[in-house]
């Protein structure tokens, strides 16, 4: 599917605020409530608007800690990636799994209510996974969010 500028201006919209009405986007993109609707439509079912989650404010939930892990397998040949992948997904704190290319095999966001209870998470859930090798543990200490290159 190929994109056009109304496409990229409708997306960079929805990534700004996905609660916008049909009406709200059209007026903003000189469009009609009808082809708004129209291209969103389109849009999901090419996949280019894939999902619309709800985000939460992780501390005002409880969890004022997150960590970024850096997993390297101590086994690769014995513990198959997909069951790391499903162990490690099975952890309520565990955010994202990256599967990625260099110094670690792994990417983990986790989150914790704070460092004690990340020390857990890490000492009895993710320490005691069979294959896991060298962790590197980065605290997050503020984030900003980019919409991307759209």
């Not at 704070?114 to 993710?126: H, T, Y």
């Amino acid at each position: 599917m190929t994109l056009d500028d109304i496409d990229r201006a409708l997306l960079r919209a929805l990534v700004a605020n996905a609660d916008q009405s049909t009406t709200q986007l059209g007026l903003k993109l000189g469009l009609s409530q009808p082809a708004t609707w129209r291209r969103i439509k389109r849009l999901r079912e090419a996949g280019v608007i894939a999902d619309r989650r709800l985000m939460l404010d992780a501390q005002k939930v409880g969890f004022g800690v997150t960590v970024f892990l850096g997993i390297k397998l101590a086994t690769k040949g014995r513990v198959s990636l997909e069951d790391f992948e499903r162990a490690v997904g099975a952890i309520p704190e565990v955010q994202t799994v990256d599967h990625v290319l260099g110094l670690y095999d792994y990417r983990l966001r986790v989150v914790a209510r704070d460092l004690a209870d990340f020390e857990r998470v890490l000492r009895r859930r993710i320490m005691t996974m069979p294959g896991v090798g060298d962790v590197e543990a980065n605290v997050l200490l503020s984030e900003e969010r980019r919409p991307g290159p759209i």
